[in-house]
């Protein structure tokens, strides 16, 4: 899905779990990460934030 939405020019923010940031890591500079639980109000509310 990532990759989807680079490829057609979309701004990617995404909440990731901790443990997994390190699998984004390919997109590094392209994509911003929080990471935190997706159940977490104050990281969700970060990462959508403006």
Same mark, same amino acid.
């Given at each position: 899905?990532?990759?989807?939405?680079?490829? !057609?020019?979309?701004?990617?923010? &995404?909440?990731?779990?901790?443990?997994? $940031?390190g699998?984004? +890591?390919?997109?590094?500079? !392209?994509?911003?990460?929080?990471? &935190?639980?997706?159940?977490?109000?104050? $990281?969700?509310?970060? +990462?959508?934030?403006g």
């Open positions: 899905m990532t990759e989807h939405a680079l490829a !057609r020019g979309y701004e990617v923010t &995404g909440v990731c779990r901790p443990e997994s $940031v699998k984004l +890591a390919r997109f590094e500079g !392209r994509i911003t990460v929080f990471p &935190g639980r997706t159940d977490n109000r104050k $990281v969700v509310e970060a +990462a959508t934030e």
